[in-house]
């Protein structure tokens, strides 16, 4: 597997390890779980539900480029981000795992020359043969000349990376399921509910290559981290997502990922809105849905 296929600089943290394409633009890909990942095991020896995002990612920019023919040098980003997780399915086993998406595209409109291409896929996920989760994703490919128009030109990402902010001092790592203080990317601040975005850029698999601005995985990561800051208990565990993305984050100043609870119910089940707001205006928001180990509540949205 070719990891520019994939969007990935590091073959280590390639996960998808084959695919079909079918007819009616209905896919199949193959990806392959480690036993434990240096960044998507959590404290629970649970993976986060950012790992099936994250194949999810990798299956689509694969996809993108061999089913729909979108050329190498085209910049991918998602629009809408939609999903819904087993949390029993994201446990750790002792070995390897396979997952297998089905990828259907239910729109694609053809690029005219020089101009970008429009997809919406739905996808639904096993885990050695056992339901996983769903997603469904509306993301557009740029052409390099668009791409640097859209950017103002900030498309130089060592330039972009050069110009990061120094990270300021992380919230307390098992605060938000995580056990290293580098895996953590939000810096408390004086107000309630609202935390500072640190990007640690020499970390491997968040940014395992320059970015001209913050990736979506580490915004979604943010919110992600903000919602069990929020939820306030160790024990609580995500079913549910919908993000959308208005604006391109950028390195040089300062992101603010803001919380708002709207649920909290005696079964242990939570609704959180999330923003990420740069230079006053909002970058990204959506909800999170988590429930609480233990209860019998459920949720899929």
Known sequence: MSEKLVGKADAR????????????????????????????????????????TETVRQALGLLAHTAYNVPPDYRMGWDSYRSSVDPEALRAHSGFSDVVLTVRHRSHKARRPGGPVRLMAEVDAVR???????????????????????????????????????????????????????????SPTPEENIWQLRTETSHR????????????????EAAHQASLL??????AQFTGARFDF???????????????????????????RVTGVQDGEEAFSGTLTTVVRGSRARSSI
Not at 134 to 139: D, G
Not at 205 to 220: E, I, N, Q, S, Y
Not at 248 to 271: A, M, Q
């Open 13 to 52: 943290e390639v996960l998808v390890t084959d695919w079909c394409l079918g007819a009616e633009d209905r896919h199949t890909v193959s990806a392959r779980w480690p036993a434990s990942h240096p960044f998507y095991t959590q404290r629970s020896s649970r993976f986060s539900p950012l790992l099936f």
């Open 128 to 186: 050695d043969g056992a339901y996983l989760g769903t997603a469904e994703i509306h993301y557009t490919a740029f052409p390099p000349a668009l791409y640097d128009r859209l950017r103002g030109g900030r498309t130089d990402s060592r330039t972009a990376f050069a110009e990061a902010l120094r990270p300021e001092a992380p919230v307390p790592a098992h605060l938000v399921h995580r056990v290293r203080t580098g895996d953590v990317v939000l």
């Open 246 to 272: 208005r604006r391109y984050v950028e390195f040089g100043r300062p992101c603010w990922i803001e919380t708002i609870p709207l649920l909290s119910d005696p079964r242990g089940l939570n609704l959180t």
């Open 230 to 235: 929020t939820v306030g208990s160790g024990e």
């Open 205 to 220: 698999v968040l940014f395992d290559h320059p970015h001209d601005h913050v990736p979506g995985m580490v915004l979604l």
